[in-house]
Nanobody, 119 residues
């Protein structure tokens, strides 16, 4: 089993930047895909970005060109650099990890970190 702990959320003004971090522990060597999903109040959880151990990355349409995902394999970490933040980026951001190409609901998830974009 994999345990995930997120950090780096907070309050930022529109146009600002934040960097989220997620540390994996436990059976981290089994991880293939690792990444971020988000859920805003009253909305479904949506893909933000994922990265596989083979180097493939995938982004949700709403964040392409603004967010960048990266992994530090030696430390079992995944990061999300968020630039040009908009109020609609406000959500709880969840780190997920799985042994497949995509992260499913039954895979490992962190507790979430709040990101609020507001002036």
């Amino acid at each position: 089993q994999v345990q995930l702990v997120e950090s780096g959320g907070g309050l930022v003004q529109p146009g600002g930047s934040l960097r989220l971090s997620c540390a994996a522990s436990g059976s981290a060597k089994t991880i293939n895909a690792m990444g971020w999903y988000r859920q805003a109040p009253g909305k479904q959880r949506e893909l933000v970005a994922t990265a596989t151990s083979g180097g493939s990355t995938f982004y949700g349409d709403s964040v392409k060109g603004r967010f960048t995902i990266s992994r530090e394999f030696a430390k079992n970490m995944v990061y999300l650099q968020m630039n040009s933040l908009k109020p609609e980026d406000t959500a709880v951001y969840y780190c997920g990890a799985g042994d497949g190409r995509w992260i499913g609901l039954n895979d490992s998830w962190g507790q979430g970190t709040q990101v609020t974009v507001s002036s």
